[in-house]
């Protein structure tokens, strides 16, 4: 079976990022929608992290993949890169999304959720990991990151959970996709430091992130419809 | 004593009474929102700022509060903002 995965591995690559892209794609649509009437900045930054989890996973294996041919595609350590800074800021995006109320007044609204004092500070710290993991030509910092940022939303969501869990039934699976979450980033911090980027341990990377997607997906379609 | 409501859920009840009303005045809506009267400017100012209540002046100084079409998008999609916002804990 895992001969098979490696054998065919780039057309899986591909099959895998069209799925999470596509959802991404449904999940923005959906929340944008339901921004756009509540102007409710919880959902903005849901959606904006789901914008770069998109954006993120299209440059890196779908401008990236090989088939597109070597003057098409683009360059592995630039589509290594984007991607890198595209995932660190949808982490950084899902987290503000669950303590915002904290930071910002419900009443007040950005012109831009993508350009603003706040969000200029997520940005620059994502250069500045993707910075410090080219100079020491390593992940690490990029996979400390986001074990960082998936712990506290690990603590915050299971915290909703308990408290709210009665009136939220999709709270559980939130807290789940954000367990999933942190797991897939510790087990990537991992096999880059012990395993030596084992194929099989990178592909149950693959179908947890793909879990984690569809349980995302499942709760945007089935929470936020209009009965 | 109740619990405060979310803004949101202000912000249904407030369209809900112009749509119960059709058309209503300031002093009626007030007394029917039952927020302060800072508040209730506050939201009012924020529902006509985000096109979701229309003003029409009456012989040049009385105000009539309506519903626009995006006031009653948002009361048929507010059941799905708000689960939306409980479930995700937003």
Redesign the interface.
């Given at each position: 079976m895992l001969d098979w995965f490696i054998a065919n591995k780039e057309i899986l690559k591909l099959i895998y990022a069209f799925i999470i892209v596509f959802i991404c794609f449904i999940i923005v649509i959906r929340?944008h929608r339901?921004f756009k009437?509540?102007?409710?900045q919880?959902?903005r930054?849901?959606r904006n992290a789901f914008l770069f989890y998109g954006l993120g996973f299209f440059v890196r294996y779908i401008l990236g993949t090989p088939y597109l041919g070597k003057w098409l595609r683009i360059d592995a350590l630039i589509s290594g890169g984007i991607f890198a800074f595209f995932l660190m800021m949808a982490g950084f995006f899902l987290l503000y999304?669950?303590i915002?109320r904290k930071i910002e007044s419900?009443?007040k609204t950005h012109l831009s959720s993508l350009i603003n004092g706040k969000i200029l500070i997520f940005y620059l710290m994502a250069i500045v990991l993707i910075v410090l993991g080219g100079l020491w030509e390593t992940h690490y910092f990029i996979f400390l990151s986001q074990i960082f940022v998936f712990s506290f939303a690990v603590i915050?969501?299971f915290n909703?959970y308990i408290q709210?869990g009665t009136?939220?039934?999709?709270?559980k699976y939130?807290f789940v996709a954000m367990l999933l979450s942190l797991i897939a980033w510790a087990l990537n911090f991992l096999v880059a430091l012990y395993f030596n980027w084992d194929q099989a341990i990178l592909s149950g990377i693959y179908i947890i992130n793909l879990i984690i997607f569809f349980l995302f997906l499942f709760?945007?379609v089935r929470?936020?419809?209009?009965? | 004593m109740g619990k405060k409501r979310e803004r949101l859920e202000v912000i249904k009840d407030i369209l809900n009474v112009v749509r119960q009303n059709r058309k209503v005045k300031p002093t009626r809506l007030l007394y029917a929102s039952n927020l302060s009267p800072q508040m209730f400017k506050d939201y009012v100012e924020e529902l006509i700022r985000k096109k979701f209540v229309q003003v029409e002046l009456i012989d040049g100084k009385n105000k009539l509060f309506s519903l626009t079409k995006k006031g009653q998008d948002f009361l048929m999609e507010y059941k799905a903002i708000e689960n939306f916002v409980e479930n995700f804990g937003l």
């Open positions: 929340t339901l009437l509540s102007l409710h919880g959902i930054y849901f999304s669950l915002w419900e009443n915050i969501s909703n709210n009136k939220g039934k999709f709270l939130y709760g945007v929470v936020a419809r209009v009965k | -």
